[in-house]
């Protein structure tokens, strides 16, 4: 186990160093593992992960190039920039592309933006009209799912407790115990800085409305006349 594990099977009863429930195997740390997981890679999805960079030679006539990771998945991208014309790209997507150039598949010149397709290709507009320069791409990743104490987790110290929080409400909402995991549940948002504190009361719902001074409706009628 590693210290994120022991520290969730300590909280819902159990024994790290010699557990009832949650054996120190693949097997039976899997439902902790998969809840660590899961928060980790929701946290930085919400408070942003590790930035790589990394070179993508572009190609003639090329669009579309993949972006694939050993250890993580692409989150999003931060930069683009030309490497030998010291141009940075700017970021559109294929319904700016559509509105903007009807020929924007066949269009060749000297690349202008980047639009990025689903997680893990980027395409570059318009396509290249020669293979002479290098994409330098800093992206956001999330780091793929650890399977054993000997992985290390990416992961600031500071969000530790709240996948400790994480996990340990998973583990009582699957036991049906509703009143426990939302307790730990709200540490975890709390911890986050994803709740305020703050409740909304009857009397101060926003409304979307206009102000309209009232008019005497004897007024109105010499008004009209």
């Given at each position: 186990?590693?210290?994120?594990?022991?520290?969730?099977?300590?909280?819902?009863?159990?024994?790290?160093?010699n557990?009832?429930?949650?054996?120190?195997?693949?097997?039976?740390?899997?439902?902790?593992?998969?809840?660590?997981?899961?928060a980790?890679?929701?946290?930085?999805?919400?408070?942003?992960?590790?930035?790589?960079?990394?070179?993508?030679?572009?190609?003639?006539?090329?669009?579309?190039?993949?972006i694939?990771?050993?250890?993580?998945?692409?989150?999003?991208?931060?930069?683009?920039?030309?490497?030998?014309?010291?141009?940075?790209?700017?970021q559109?997507?294929?319904?700016?592309?559509?509105?903007?150039d009807y020929?924007?598949?066949?269009?060749?010149?000297?690349?202008?933006?980047?639009?990025?397709?689903?997680?893990?290709?980027?395409?570059?507009?318009?396509?290249?009209?020669?293979t002479?320069?290098?994409?330098?791409?800093?992206?956001m990743?999330?780091?793929?799912p650890?399977?054993?104490?000997?992985?290390?987790?990416?992961?600031?110290?500071?969000?530790?407790?709240?996948?400790?929080?994480?996990?340990?409400?998973?583990?009582?909402?699957?036991?049906?115990?509703?009143?426990?995991?939302?307790?730990?549940?709200?540490?975890?948002?709390?911890?986050?800085g994803?709740r305020?504190?703050?409740?909304?009361?009857?009397?101060?719902?926003?409304?979307?409305?206009?102000?309209?001074?009232?008019?005497?409706?004897k007024?109105?009628?010499?008004?009209a006349?």
């Amino acid at each position: 186990m590693n210290k994120l594990e022991k520290q969730v099977v300590l909280m819902v009863g159990d024994d790290p160093d010699n557990p009832d429930v949650f054996k120190d195997t693949e097997q039976g740390l899997k439902p902790i593992r998969r809840s660590i997981n899961d928060a980790v890679q929701e946290i930085i999805l919400l408070n942003g992960g590790f930035s790589r960079s990394f070179h993508i030679p572009l190609t003639e006539g090329k669009t579309f190039y993949s972006i694939n990771f050993n250890d993580g998945f692409l989150g999003w991208i931060e930069n683009v920039w030309l490497v030998n014309i010291k141009r940075r790209l700017s970021q559109t997507d294929l319904h700016s592309l559509r509105n903007w150039d009807y020929r924007w598949f066949s269009s060749t010149g000297t690349p202008e933006s980047y639009f990025p397709i689903g997680v893990n290709v980027i395409g570059i507009y318009p396509k290249p009209s020669a293979t002479s320069d290098i994409a330098e791409v800093s992206a956001m990743v999330i780091p793929a799912p650890y399977t054993n104490d000997k992985q290390k987790i990416r992961l600031r110290k500071s969000f530790e407790w709240s996948v400790i929080n994480y996990a340990v409400s998973e583990y009582w909402s699957s036991r049906g115990d509703v009143a426990t995991a939302r307790k730990h549940f709200e540490i975890y948002l709390n911890t986050l800085g994803l709740r305020t504190g703050f409740k909304t009361s009857k009397e101060r719902i926003h409304q979307m409305r206009t102000q309209k001074d009232n008019i005497n409706i004897k007024e109105q009628s010499s008004i009209a006349l």
